[in-house]
């Protein structure tokens, strides 16, 4: 009787645990500024507008920096004029830009066009471990070519900066649809 009033106790004792229950994933709820943006005319080749949250410098007519020091980050201008080479600085800016298949996932291009503003760009979408997860190039075709490519200042782990990536994502959109080549 005293072992079956044990066995009674201990499968009643272990019957009464809850088992444990996996939690969900969870996702960071990152909230970031509205962007207004601003127009940016330092350049005697072009001008575009920039969010009122980056920081423009320009070393010289040819290399410029766009910072976003929330984010640490950083998108990186060349300017090039066209001298009957159009055709060499697409493949250059394109050589680049696939160099990071290495680490990338994938590559998604995004063409623009805007006829009455004789803007042509691309943008490429790079996701995975790349050291630039968005490169773009925009041209008039006859005088004017611009690279762009956005850096971080953290170690590349996609999923974790995926969320600044989109933000920026949004204003170089706008950087290109606002871009106007100066003659």
């Known amino acids: 009787m005293k072992y079956f009033c044990l066995l009674i106790f201990s499968i009643f004792c272990i019957s009464c645990k809850q088992h444990p229950v996996p939690k969900p994933y969870a996702f960071l709820d990152l909230k970031y500024k509205k962007p207004t943006y ?57 050589k680049l830009t696939y160099k990071h298949t290495l680490k990338a996932d994938h590559i998604e291009v995004y063409p623009y066009e805007n006829q009455t503003t004789r ?12 050291a630039s997860p968005i490169q773009f190039q925009a041209t008039d075709s006859v005088k004017h070519f611009i690279t762009g490519a956005l850096y971080f ?13 989109n933000y920026v994502k949004k204003d170089i959109r706008h950087l290109i649809e606002t871009l106007e080549w100066k003659p």
Do not use: C
Request: net charge negative; aromatic share 12%.
């Open 153 to 165: 200042r953290a170690v590349p782990n996609y999923d974790s900066i995926l969320p600044a990536v």
């Open 119 to 130: 803007v042509y760009a691309r943008i490429f979408d790079v996701s995975g471990d790349a």
């Open 38 to 94: 601003k127009s940016f005319e330092n350049h005697s080749s072009f001008s575009f507008e920039i969010s009122n949250q980056a920081v423009f410098t320009s070393e010289n007519n040819h290399w410029a920096n766009i910072a976003y020091p929330m984010l640490k980050a950083d998108i990186q201008l060349t300017y090039q004029p066209v001298k009957n080479d159009i055709l060499q600085l697409i493949s250059d800016a394109e």
